[in-house]
């Protein structure tokens, strides 16, 4: 009990903020930030996989992510008949042509002999294969993109419920980790750190390019809700009920008709705002639940302690027969895919899908950040600091506006130093961050929670 | 008194047990002194001591007479004191000659009549002095790591199994190239695996059992001894 | 003709555009492996760390364009970077002396190293943002070029122009200048020697009596120099905007990594394969063609392999290729 007593401290302090947040500034924003915390909380169990239980890093978590997002909305989107009739076709043709390559390569690599003429073959298989693609695909994806270009001008997608995205984008993700850890995963720590960060570059590059796709840059908004609207919360009568059965109170205080119709009225606005997000909390509490008790059942399973074994001796554990490559491979697609489930809630929740807001500093390093700050190896912990770094991140602004305000109090208001510490209020958050990540990386480098199992 | 001794040293790494205990050698300018012994008798451990590598909990470390066990390992260089690791005893990326030239990165005079005199000791090196260290072979590698360790002009020169995995050829050759170094009146210590060949070469050798001096002799008294010929040199 | 001007087109839109861009790549990329040869670890604030540098120059340069002292027909920015230098020399010295001295002292595994530098990494972009903003600055005063395309084309009468910026000149000079001198140093003095001899066994070093405190400070200070003078360059050339510099970061491993991390000449080379690799793959040689084919041949389409949005694509695609099949880099040799 007395162990757990720092988690449950933890944990009480974290959620009072957030309660502060609530009674101070207001409850939309205090579920906001609680919401992207959850969000956060999933993609730093994922990163914890890879590296609390096993030692990889990857710095590509922000192309899983992305996969995670595409899933959303190839599900939910709802096809585009004119766009598949146009150039689906080619769009077909092309994919089969990739897998042809895939599988030539594939059969090359494993009759021939490695030597200089199979190097260059493969590199001219390839190189040919780019030139017929980009032959056979070029009207194709140009009449596509020329249907309807600003509402669509893409293939869209299957039209089903946007939460099925969620697996969906976690078996997208796991199939890149695939790809990637075959051919990375062998190399030394920090090549690997590099590797995986151009990856998902590479991977961000063709969602952003590829208007077919998924719009590119053009983004895609309005992606269907797995909760109700706001607006027809509003106007719905069991909801008002609700809301009036909650204030009553309050309403009761006002005796003009009129004037408590209005209150209730702005009552049910804010009211169904907040309803709405309590109903994304409770989805993603779901998740960020079933994801806790499978890892921490995982952690604790001999597999966990195998895996650990790998991590703290590698060749140690290579000797006694573990294959220590594939479980690698294996855990490798196990973290990706949870950062593709939470690529893919992130998504659901914002309603839109926008390429060019995947940026390594927000999607890779943030999140190595709560990792480290929260603990690795320790579940609890990863949560914790996905909740506590996304709080900071947020709160960040106000913070610093409070302390440029509290240093420079003997400025007067239109001081330059004054004015433009004022401006730059947004990037103290990066301040804050790079500190906070290295006074801990210095003085507690196990992280808030650190991990509890020690393996002798 | 010898001219590089070690006293009664006992120490271990860190806080762990000790490692030797009450351990004793001593070499002379111009000799040959193999320390031999089973695995974990504490052999390299009792040259770390001597090096510097590890803190003695009692005992002293004497070069000429002066007390040097409160030096750390930079400054017992500075002392004369050379050692050639066992393994990664050479710059790979670097040249013969500049391999030889950081070996002399405390001299602060002219050094290139030291390098000729070092191609004068291992001739295969003045042929090959433009060539990457990592290009050569094991018997050559070697001798770039003793005429390295020899740039500074050691009065001790310690080396840490410096045949481990070499061809018998070699080893033989590496033989010969340490008895020249002995010959310019540098005292020379070394801990050997193989060892019936080194105790050929030496002028006197110890046998370290569980960190303590067992037995102790000239090199032909060891090589005779039955009870060491029976233990150590396989009989 | 036609021969000629297809060489023209390709010196103008290939060759000059991919020599400058590779020489700023190339200084990055010896900084990331400098640091990676002798301190072993990756160090991900370089983007910031050049970004930083570039703004120290731009607000000293602005000093001087204040106080009215100009270069006349070379950029201020020149004059500004000597001072930038000893300024930032300074700035490594003290994140060394604050962060990462610790690590080394307690010989952290690399990895944690890397970890460190992410969060220098955010406290530099941070300063940088707060200090100068996140805007696109162009700092490059004097003469803007020294062949413009018009002029070419009247002076030798090609349809095709050549045209030269300064910034492009004065790039790939001073970087030509300042490797030749890294270069002379690492391998002709006896201090850029124990350099190389540190990284290469830092347990051998030691025992050759090698100061491992002096080999880590210059290794710091050449970084500082290289960070500014790198950054400066393609600020003149392109312009300065924090976001770009810390993307910037990316090819700039592959560069490295390509050479072979560890070693600076790699590093070098390993710029202009990256550089010349993005552009050559990107560019639509239509026009090239049509000067070269007959007319009856001439491409309808643009005969580009890759659209240039897949321009950092291409280079992060060389680098994985590279990891896998020659993970210690394509140039052979020396280490550092």
Not at chain 1, 8 to 34: K, P
Not at chain 2, 167 to 194: C, G, W, Y
Not at chain 3, 90 to 102: P, Q
Request: net charge positive; proline share 4%; with cysteine.
């Amino acid at each position: 009990m007395r162990k757990n007593l720092n988690i449950i401290a933890a944990y009480t302090i974290m959620m009072g903020l957030i309660i502060l947040v609530g009674i101070f500034q207001s409850w939309n924003v205090a579920l906001s930030i609680f919401n992207m915390c959850l969000i956060s909380a999933v993609m730093t169990m994922g990163a914890n996989v890879q590296w609390g239980y096993a030692g990889l890093i990857n710095f590509g978590l922000m192309g899983y992510a992305a996969l995670g997002g595409l899933a959303a909305v190839l599900i939910s989107v709802d096809p585009v008949p004119e766009a598949w009739s146009a150039g689906g076709f080619d769009i077909l043709i092309c994919l089969c042509l990739i897998i042809a390559i895939v599988f030539l390569i594939r059969f090359i690599l494993k009759n021939f002999e490695k030597s200089k003429i199979r190097t260059y073959g493969i590199a001219g298989i390839i190189i040919t294969g780019i030139v017929i693609i980009r032959i056979t695909s070029e009207s194709g994806i140009e009449a596509i993109e020329a249907v309807n270009p600003a509402t669509t001008g893409f293939l869209g997608g299957l039209g089903l419920p946007i939460v099925f995205s969620w697996i969906v984008g976690a078996f997208f993700a796991a199939g890149l980790a695939f790809i990637v850890g075959k051919v990375a995963l062998g190399l030394r720590a920090d090549y690997l750190a590099i590797a995986t960060l151009l990856i998902s570059e590479i991977v961000i590059a063709i969602i952003k390019h590829e208007d077919w796709l998924a719009r590119g840059v053009k983004n895609v908004i309005g992606l269907d809700r797995p909760v109700p609207y706001e607006v027809n919360l509003q106007t719905t009568e069991w909801f008002i009920n609700l809301v009036a059965k909650f204030n009553s109170g309050k309403l009761e205080l006002i005796s003009n008709i009129a004037d408590k119709q209005a209150a209730l009225n702005q009552l049910v606005i804010e009211g169904s705002s907040v309803f709405v997000k309590l109903c994304y909390s409770g989805l993603f509490l779901i998740v960020v639940i079933a994801l806790l008790i499978v890892t921490q059942k995982a952690l604790y399973s001999p597999w966990g302690r195998m895996m650990r074994a790998i991590r703290d001796n590698e060749e140690a554990a290579n000797a006694m027969g573990k294959n220590v490559v594939k479980q690698h491979l294996l855990i490798f697609i196990l973290g990706s895919a949870i950062v593709g489930i939470a690529g893919a809630m992130l998504v659901t929740q914002d309603g839109l899908f926008t390429p060019g807001s995947y940026r390594p500093m927000r999607y890779t390093f943030l999140i190595w950040v709560m990792v480290i700050v929260g603990g690795s190896g320790n579940n609890f912990g990863a949560i914790l600091g996905g909740f506590a770094v996304w709080f900071l991140w947020i709160e960040a602004a106000p913070i610093s506006l409070f302390l440029i305000n509290l240093f420079t109090v003997g400025l007067p208001e239109t001081h330059e130093l004054k004015v433009h510490l004022t401006e730059s209020v947004p990037y103290f958050r990066y301040l804050m961050m790079g500190m906070g990540l290295l006074l801990i990386m210095r003085y507690r480098p196990k992280g808030i929670l650190p991990e509890k199992i020690e393996i002798k | 008194m010898a001219f590089f001794e070690g006293v009664k040293m006992t120490g271990g790494y860190g806080t762990g047990p000790d490692i030797i205990n009450s351990c004793s050698v001593d070499v002379n300018r111009g000799e040959i002194v193999s320390i031999l012994g089973p695995n974990g008798a504490g052999k390299s451990t009792a040259m770390k001591a001597l090096l510097g590598l590890i803190n003695l909990k009692s005992g002293a470390v004497v070069i000429d007479g002066k007390d040097i066990s409160k030096l750390s390992p930079q400054d017992r260089v500075r002392q004369g004191i050379s050692f050639v690791p066992q393994t990664k005893n050479v710059f790979a990326g670097m040249t013969v000659e500049e391999n030889l030239e950081m070996g002399a990165y405390l001299r602060d005079d002219n050094y290139q009549n030291v390098i000729e005199e070092i191609y004068e000791l291992f001739p295969i090196l003045r042929e090959k002095r433009n060539q990457l260290v990592g290009e050569l072979s094991g018997g050559q590698r070697q001798q770039v790591a003793l005429g390295r360790a020899l740039m500074i002009k050691p009065s001790v020169l310690m080396l840490d199994e410096p045949t481990a995995g070499v061809s018998p050829i070699v080893m033989d050759e590496l033989f010969d190239h340490i008895i020249k170094v002995k010959r310019t009146n540098v005292a020379i210590l070394m801990v050997e695996q193989n060892a019936k060949q080194a105790l050929n070469i030496s002028d006197r050798g110890y046998v370290l059992v569980t960190g303590e001096n067992k037995y102790a002799g000239t090199g032909k008294e060891l090589l005779n001894d039955p009870r060491v010929r029976s233990s150590f040199l396989g009989g | 003709m036609d021969f000629l001007n297809a060489i023209i087109l390709l010196l103008n839109y290939i060759f000059v555009p991919a020599l400058t861009y590779g020489s700023q790549l190339a200084l990055g990329a010896i900084f990331v492996t400098l640091i990676y040869g002798i301190l072993r670890f990756a160090n991900f604030a370089t983007g910031d760390m050049m970004a930083f540098g570039t703004m120290v120059t731009i607000l000293i340069t602005w000093y001087f364009q204040s106080i009215g002292i100009s270069l006349g027909v070379l950029p201020t920015a020149l004059l500004a970077i000597p001072f930038a230098i000893i300024f930032m020399i300074g700035y490594m010295l003290f994140i060394d002396k604050f962060v990462f001295r610790y690590y080394r002292v307690s010989k952290s595994p690399p990895v944690q190293l890397a970890m460190v530098s992410i969060g220098v990494m955010f406290v530099t972009q941070a300063v940088v943002r707060i200090i100068i903003g996140p805007a696109d600055r162009r700092f490059f005063d004097g003469e803007k070029f020294i062949i413009k395309a018009g002029e070419f084309k009247e002076m030798t009468g090609l349809n095709e122009g050549l045209a030269i910026k300064s910034s492009q000149a004065i790039t790939v000079f001073v970087t030509l200048i300042l490797v030749s001198i890294l270069f002379w140093f690492l391998n002709k003095t006896k201090t850029g020697k124990s350099m190389r001899a540190y990284s290469d066994n830092e347990d051998l070093a030691l025992l050759s009596g090698i100061d491992p405190k002096r080999v880590v400070m210059i290794t710091w200070i050449i970084a500082g120099i290289l960070a500014t003078i790198g950054g400066a360059l393609y600020g003149l050339d392109k312009s300065f905007k924090p976001f770009t510099y810390f993307n910037n970061m990316l090819p700039i491993f592959a560069a490295a990594i390509v050479g072979g991390i560890g070693n600076p000449f790699g590093a070098f080379l390993g710029g202009y394969v990256i550089a010349f690799s993005e552009i050559f793959i990107t560019y639509a040689y239509k026009k090239f063609f049509m000067y070269i084919l007959p007319e009856s041949m001439e491409p309808e389409t643009l005969v580009q392999l890759l659209s240039t949005d897949y321009k950092f694509a291409v280079s992060f695609s060389i680098l994985v290729i590279v990891l896998l099949y020659r993970p210690n880099g394509i140039f052979k040799g020396k280490v550092l």
